[in-house]
Structures are given as structure tokens and as C-alpha cells.
Nanobody, 123 residues
Framework: QVQLVESGGGLVQAGGSLRLSCAASGRTFSSYAMGWFRQAPGKEREFVARISWGGSITYYADSVKGRFTISRDNAKNMMYLQMNSLKPEDTAIYYC????????????????WGQGTQVTVSS
């Protein structure tokens, strides 16, 4: 089992940057593909980025490609999301998630979730 805790959210002006972190418990973190999702008020949870268990393969939603970078450090049981050139439409609660072996763009595929961290981008 994996427990996930996000941190690093906050209020930032448009064009600014934030770095989200996801701390994972458990000795088998490196066995899990990881993902970042977000949910804005009144909207469905949407895919942001995901990374393979080894960290060599990454995928991004078109809306964040070129602005966000996902990474992980298996030695530290950590995953990160570097967010640059933030836009007001990036405002949402951001969640990290884990699934055994292969990842997915669909949030229903993930078994473990953090509690979320709020990101607010002002115009």
C-alpha cells in the first residue's frame, strides 16, 4: 500500500512558477507509475502529467506541455511537478496518484491518492 501527501501549492500571479511535491510512504514506491491530476470547481478531475515507475517515460496533457515538468526520485520516495508560466486556467486542486506498474491518463485507473494541494493563479 502507498500513502501520498502533496505539498507546495499556493497563490501565484500569472506567469509565475510553483513546484509541487508528492511524498510517498512504503518500500515499493519504485514499483508504481505516478500521475498528477487536477480538479477545478464544477469540473471533472483531469489528467495533467504522468511518469513511469523508473522515471524515464513521461506524458503530459496538451494544456500543460512545455510549461510543466514531472519528475521523481525513487531513492527519496518523492515525485515533483514543476509548473512554469502559470495561467489562471491552471487554478485547481492538484492531486498525486499511484498505480502499480503501468500508468494511465484516466484517473479511474489509479489506486492511491493524496489529499490534494490548492493552486491558485491570479490574473
Amino acid at each position: 500500500q502507498v500513502q501520498l501527501v502533496e505539498s507546495g501549492g499556493g497563490l501565484v500571479q500569472a506567469g509565475g512558477s510553483l513546484r509541487l511535491s508528492c511524498a510517498a510512504s512504503g518500500r515499493t514506491f519504485s514499483s508504481y507509475a505516478m500521475g498528477w491530476f487536477r480538479q477545478a470547481p464544477g469540473k471533472e478531475r483531469e489528467f495533467v502529467a504522468r511518469i513511469s515507475w523508473g522515471g524515464s517515460i513521461t506524458y503530459y496533457a496538451d494544456s500543460v506541455k512545455g510549461r510543466f515538468t514531472i519528475s521523481r526520485d525513487n531513492a527519496k520516495n518523492m515525485m515533483y511537478l514543476q509548473m512554469n508560466s502559470l495561467k489562471p486556467e491552471d487554478t485547481a486542486i492538484y492531486y498525486c496518484a499511484a498505480v502499480r506498474n503501468s500508468g494511465s491518463d484516466y484517473y479511474t485507473a489509479y489506486d492511491y491518492w493524496g489529499q490534494g494541494t490548492q493552486v491558485t493563479v491570479s490574473s
